[in-house]
């Protein structure tokens, strides 16, 4: 978490996972992947909100990747409406990897998508990839999670698409 990213109202913070380094996850047939999440995040405050103020906790972008252990990007979520690139809405790239040299698509591309939740990413990992989930009751535990995030959102966007 950046400095401040606990308390510091107007400013957009980073959420990482372990020091923003990609965590090693094993797959059912063995591969492993590399998940690395990352999350820009504002607290906002809402003291007229009766259902979620005080205080909230906004999304304001991220950067979620699966990578091979040498860092090579698998598929890639993003969402940087702060102007990273030209193309601002939610969208996913594919990583050379999975890509033909002489195919249509390349890395660069922006394919659009619905915002998507950290829960949906893992979802995804674990259905599609068959990343080796950690509990017996992770769908639910995912569900539940995701359940909360998207009743407090205040954005308006469908959900994601089921990658399942």
Same mark, same amino acid.
Not at 74 to 95: E, Q, Y
Not at 112 to 122: D, F, I, N, Y
């Given at each position: ?6 308390h ?14 990609p ?6 047939n ?9 999350i ?6 809402l ?15 991220? &950067?979620?990747?699966?990578q091979?252990l ?21 969208? &996913? ?22 915002? &998507? ?16 989930p950690?509990?017996?009751n992770?769908s ?10 998207r ?7 469908a959900?994601?698409p089921?990658?399942?």
């Amino acid at each position: 978490m950046s400095p401040g990213g606990r308390h510091d109202l107007g400013k957009v913070h980073t959420l990482t996972w372990t020091n923003a380094e990609p965590v090693p996850v094993q797959c059912l047939n063995g591969e492993i992947f590399a998940l690395d999440l990352a999350i820009q995040y504002e607290i906002v405050h809402l003291p007229t909100d009766r259902d979620r103020g005080p205080y909230k906790v906004s999304t304001r972008g991220y &950067m979620h990747s699966v990578q091979t252990l040498d860092e090579a990007e698998v598929i890639a979520f993003h969402w940087h409406p702060g102007g990273k690139s030209h193309f601002t809405d939610p969208h &996913m790239h594919l990583g050379s990897t999975q890509l033909n040299p002489a195919g249509v698509l390349s890395k660069k591309h922006h394919i659009p998508t619905a915002r &998507m939740s950290v829960e949906g990413v893992l979802r995804f990992s674990i259905e599609q990839l068959k990343v080796e989930p950690l509990r017996d009751n992770w769908s639910s535990v995912l569900s539940d999670s995701e359940d909360l995030f998207r009743m407090w959102a205040t954005w308006t966007a469908a959900p994601a698409p089921d990658l399942g």
